[in-house]
């Protein structure tokens, strides 16, 4: 398996698929025989917060296939069922499938990309085993390769700037490659900063904003953050358009949990914030939380606005302790340096995290934020 990753993670960026053509994909599921038509599905765009929708609302229907991106740890994250990630002899079952069918199928436009391809094999797997789908989409939305469903449900968390080389500079710009996953009939969920004008205008009278939360008294979250409130809104919202029984729906909010989005591990807390968005709302949790400050280890990717980033979480860092995630994308942590004083620098993610468990006082929280990629490499380290 380990052979037929690194093939995968060959194929250039996962998310190249942005500046192409939808209609690779449809030729790549074509070939498999559409699987993707054998279950029905609700498919979640946005810039932050569409994970933690997505993983509520699988928590919601135990038997639902989940597929997301990206994966902290192991390809086998994206792809689950009733909270079972794929095992490692089904990857091997349908990696091989979709690699044959990106080497026969005849209308592709190009070499399908890893996203693609990993796109097709969580389809694959989930033709055979479930009824219903919680899908992710990778990036953007209209030309992601998640959006060849036809969707019982769309919903747009959130938008914000991030990925702009891909989506476009503008909010407007970024909100209407979202709006792309909207079919023709089917309800369009939104979160408060996804109510735009494109977005209205494309949903029509089919657009739905987050539940009531106060119809719902027992929910007891266990995903930390306030605008986690607003994703459990969404969710509910789309539940309750599916059919979900309410006790469905509050057992699953109350037992929902998402590896490294605020998530405490002994003294340190993980949150994967990787755009200014994201930067914002951590920083609201630590102003409440965490007034005196915390130990902050960061690295981020070199193509995301990490100046705004370090100077949101600034006012709440003692110390800031920069290193680089294991990607060819992340920014050289000598440069962060330059831009806080007092600042450390350690090369890799393990010695930065020893050094802040080294130095940081006892009773300081230690942050590792800035990236997914810096999560998942650390996170093995806390267990």
Not at 123 to 147: I, K, M, P, Q, S
Not at 176 to 200: C, F, H, M, Q, T
Not at 274 to 289: D, G, I, M, T, Y
Request: proline content about 5%; aromatic content about 8%.
């Amino acid at each position: 398996m380990i052979a037929d990753l690194e093939y995968l993670y060959s194929l250039t960026n996962e998310y190249r698929s942005i500046r192409y053509d939808l209609r690779n994909m449809q030729a790549l599921a074509a070939t498999l025989g559409n699987p993707e038509r054998a279950f029905r599905s609700i498919l979640i765009a946005g810039t932050n917060g569409k994970g933690s929708v997505a993983k509520l609302l699988s928590s919601m229907m135990p038997d639902a296939g989940l597929y997301t991106s990206p994966h902290l740890v192991r390809l086998n994250e994206r792809i689950s069922i009733g909270g079972r990630e794929i095992s490692d002899d089904d990857l091997r079952e349908v990696f091989p499938a979709v690699k044959h069918a990106a080497s026969t199928a005849k209308d592709l436009l190009y070499p399908p990309t890893s996203f693609e391809l990993i796109t097709a094999m969580a389809f694959l797997y989930f033709r055979d085993r479930v009824r219903f789908a919680v899908l992710e989409v990778g990036l953007g939305g209209r030309l992601d390769a998640t959006n060849i469903v036809d969707q019982d449900v769309s919903v747009i968390t959130s938008i914000g700037l991030d990925h702009q080389q891909f989506l476009g500079t503008t909010i407007e710009a970024i909100a209407a490659e979202k709006a792309g996953i909207i079919k023709s009939s089917e309800p369009v969920i939104i979160g408060p900063s996804a109510d735009l004008p494109v977005i209205r205008e494309r949903a029509g009278n089919r657009l739905m904003r987050g539940a009531d939360l106060s119809r719902y008294p027992e929910l007891r979250p266990q995903l930390l953050g306030r605008y986690q409130l607003e994703n459990i809104a969404v969710a509910i919202r789309a539940a309750e358009c599916l059919g979900i029984s309410k006790e469905d729906i509050v057992r699953g909010v109350n037992t929902t949990t998402w590896p490294g989005r605020l998530e405490r591990r002994g003294r340190f807390l993980l949150d994967g914030a990787h755009n200014v968005a994201a930067a914002s709302a951590l920083a609201a949790f630590l102003r409440e939380f965490h007034p005196e400050g915390v130990w902050v280890v960061f690295g981020v990717m070199a193509d995301k606005q990490f100046e705004e980033m370090i100077a949101i979480l600034r006012p709440h860092a003692c110390q800031f302790v920069f290193t680089k995630p294991k990607s060819s994308r992340a920014k050289d942590p000598a440069e962060l340096q330059r831009l806080v004083e007092g600042s450390h620098v350690e090369l890799t993610v393990a010695d930065a995290v020893d050094y802040a468990r080294l130095n940081a006082p006892l009773d300081t929280t230690i942050l590792i934020c800035g990236s997914l990629y810096l999560i998942g490499e650390a996170r093995p380290m806390l267990e």
